[in-house]
């Protein structure tokens, strides 16, 4: 018996890391203000530590977009894998070559291209979803600010994100 209705719970699962940050930043203040020694010290920690959390936390809270959409997405040691109502496959994430965002397909989806193998859409909302911000993110080079505004954005189009080696001329930018 749960006393908090679902949909509190998902929004506050939503906002977890976000939460995390400002009770780690008000206990640290509280410390770091009203105690001396050690715990003034853990206090300042606490207060660095909630920071780093929650621009972290404010970038996963960007990137969800909810859930509910087609298909279900596993990241399992390096491997992601988008299981679909339609289609499906399996990327390795260190083999990946070029990350694109396609906003002309409802809803939009994020297309992993590796050598050799046709690429991988995935939509921005399919069931577990959140994974694919940390493979992401490990992405070489990826500016993540970038991906996130990039995701907000509406219209027909597709974007290149990230790209291993560019196919494009070294004067062109991408954006």
């Known amino acids: ?9 998902a929004t506050l699962w939503r906002w977890r890391e976000l939460i995390v940050a400002v009770l780690m930043l008000l ?23 909630g920071l780093v959390l929650a621009v972290i ?8 977009l909810g859930a509910g959409g087609p298909g279900i997405v596993q990241v399992d040691e390096g491997q992601i894998a988008y299981f679909g109502p339609l289609t499906g496959g399996a990327v390795a994430a260190s083999e990946i070559e070029r990350l694109r965002l396609d906003h002309t397909s409802k809803p939009p989806h994020w297309v992993l291209e590796q050598p050799g193998q046709a690429p991988l859409a995935i939509p921005v909302n399919a069931e577990g979803h959140e994974a694919l911000f940390d493979v992401f993110a490990a992405l070489p080079g990826l500016k993540t600010e970038r991906m996130l505004t990039e995701l907000r954005k509406v219209g027909a189009h597709l974007v290149v994100i990230w790209e291993r080696s560019p196919s494009r001329p070294s004067n062109q930018r991408l954006h």
């Open 1 to 9: 018996m749960s006393f908090i209705r679902p949909e509190a719970r």
């Open 27 to 49: 206990i640290g203040l509280k410390w770091a203000y009203t105690s001396y020694g050690f715990t003034a010290v853990t206090g300042w920690a606490l207060i660095l530590v």
């Open 57 to 64: 936390g404010a970038q996963r809270l960007r990137f969800r």
